[in-house]
């Protein structure tokens, strides 16, 4: 039986935020449509940071992701 690793690249949205402040809000909006279906307004917010309105499923992957990428910026002082 084989095991397929994903790459990096899938795991991440296709528009990654660049500052904390607005990942940290991605990684909250994130949260959010794991759950649930988002507001039109939360929704519009989230696209835009991330690129696209992802499935709960990517929205959970992308979550992990760039929670990971937070805590290195926030271990960086940046």
Known sequence: ?????????????PRVPEELKELERAVLLLG???????????????????????????AAAWKTALRGLREEMTALGE
């Open 32 to 58: 959010n449509r794991w759950r649930t279906d988002l507001n039109p307004k939360a929704r519009k917010e989230l696209e835009a940071l991330v690129g696209c309105y992802p499935s709960k499923a990517q």
């Open 1 to 13: 039986m084989s095991v397929t690793k994903r790459s990096d690249e899938e795991l991440l949205p």
